[in-house]
């Protein structure tokens, strides 16, 4: 499997417009992450899949971030409109879990967001 | 899951000495979970300890968890500049809940 595919791998977008993040996790994963990382905050957990269902968004800064999980294979994360302050590495990870088993997360390579 | 802190938030070694981080979380866990991160890239996983173990290595990796001190720690030996990353723990309460979060890491710089 080639991992966690991310794209774009950089956006630069101008403050006011949308912005669409996407993700591609592991085949047979059923957990799926997005991140947000900044020098300020760290690594913050913004929302997270299990089976295409989204179970926690309370990590979700604002009303204008939204995420998508339309298939097991594909997910996206959109801002609109976009602000200087979104400014920062987003990360997609997958997992798979089970009971008996314990798992780590596969993250991708991050898209790097500059909002101008 | 409950988000693990780091500490020291960075550390600054010579090659070949050994570095040792630490982890703290706060309630019962069904493992602990170490990933590293170089500059810029996605994390990656390291090593992972359930509750019922004590101790776990992985090449010149070791990794400690004491339940009663609700503490980790990841041990490092004969650092490399190679090494310098940052490093974060995520503790995972266990349940079909899979929640990942992490600490703010870290900063371990090797200097050669």
């Known amino acids: 499997d080639a991992g966690v595919i991310q794209s774009p791998r950089h956006e630069v977008t101008e403050m006011g417009q949308e912005v669409t993040l996407r993700c591609k996790p592991i085949?047979?994963?059923?957990?799926l992450f997005w991140y947000r990382q900044t020098m300020m905050r760290g690594l913050e957990l913004l929302i997270y899949?299990?089976?295409?269902?989204?179970?926690?968004d309370s990590g979700m800064p604002e009303d204008r971030f939204s995420a998508k999980m339309p298939n097991a294979s594909f997910s996206t994360l959109k801002i609109q409109p976009s602000e200087p302050r979104d400014s920062a590495v987003y990360f997609c990870?997958?997992?798979?879990?089970?009971?008996?088993?314990?798992?780590?997360?596969?993250f991708g390579q991050g898209t790097r967001l500059t909002v101008v | 899951s409950q988000q693990g802190e780091e500490d020291p938030q960075a550390l600054s070694i010579q090659e070949g000495e050994n570095a040792t981080m630490n982890c703290s979380y706060k309630?019962?866990?069904?493992?602990l979970q170490w990933y590293r991160q170089n500059s810029g890239r996605g994390l990656v996983h390291l090593i992972l300890?359930?509750?019922?173990?004590r101790e776990k290595h992985s090449g010149r990796l070791r990794v400690t968890l004491d339940t009663s001190k609700k503490s980790s720690s990841l041990l490092i030996t004969a650092s490399r500049a190679a090494d310098t990353a940052s490093y974060f723990c995520?503790?995972?309460?266990?349940?079909?809940?899979?929640?990942?979060?992490f600490g703010k890491g870290t900063l371990l710089t090797v200097n050669p």
């Open positions: 990870a997958s997992s798979f879990w089970q009971p008996t088993r314990n798992t780590e997360a596969f």
């Open positions: 085949s047979g994963h059923d957990y």
């Open positions: 899949f299990n089976n295409n269902v989204p179970i926690d």
């Open positions: 309630t019962s866990i069904n493992n």
């Open positions: 300890i359930r509750s019922n173990e």
């Open positions: 995520a503790a995972f309460s266990g349940g079909s809940n899979y929640k990942l979060t």
